[in-house]
């Protein structure tokens, strides 16, 4: 009586393998994009944040509101004081009553290469971050009633300049008005 082994023959382990190929390359784009979208959604939220710590809610006035003179310059205005001779006035209602924003995710690094400039603030700077890891900046054209919070997208490139009236390849964009 001979004995049989068990066991998979070689095409049956390349048809298994085969099919789990298959079904991994269905679900990795399914999650890479449900990943994407994720982070998109929370890099809006921040925008939205960014720009009610700058603009003010009806609970709580924001950084223009209590200047009203003039937007940030860059994120760091709503961390630190820009001027520390302008401390908020009581009886006016004026001056800086921040911090604006109680914690930084990240510093400000200049990189001309990916288009994080001098314009938006000095390395080192502290910086909200978008939901790719990438500072999150203060656009403000000469024509300020364009300034606008920007991400730089996934691919962690500013493609929209100031003089774009709109979002430029990934880039995130949220406007500001200017007038109360």
Do not use: C
């Amino acid at each position: 009586m001979r004995s049989r082994k068990s066991g998979f023959t070689l095409l049956e382990l390349l048809v298994v393998l085969a099919i789990l190929a298959a079904m991994a390359g269905l679900i990795v784009p399914l999650v890479a994009g449900v990943s994407e979208e994720s982070q998109a959604q929370a890099t809006n939220t921040s925008l939205m944040r960014i720009r009610n710590a700058i603009m003010g809610t009806p609970e709580r006035p924001g950084y223009w509101a209590d200047k009203r003179q003039q937007l940030p310059a860059a994120m760091r205005d709503l961390f630190i004081n820009p001027d520390p001779d302008d401390v908020f006035d009581r009886n006016t209602r004026l001056g800086w009553h921040g911090p604006y924003l109680q914690h930084a995710t990240r510093t400000y690094t200049v990189d001309a290469l990916t288009g994080f400039t001098l314009d938006y603030g000095s390395t080192g700077d502290p910086a909200a971050s978008d939901g790719w890891n990438h500072p999150i900046i203060i656009q403000i054209p000469a024509d300020a009633t364009r300034a606008r919070l920007l991400s730089a997208g996934s691919d962690g490139v500013i493609q929209t300049s100031l003089t774009d009236v709109a979002p430029q390849g990934d880039d995130l964009v949220l406007f500001l008005r200017s007038e109360p």
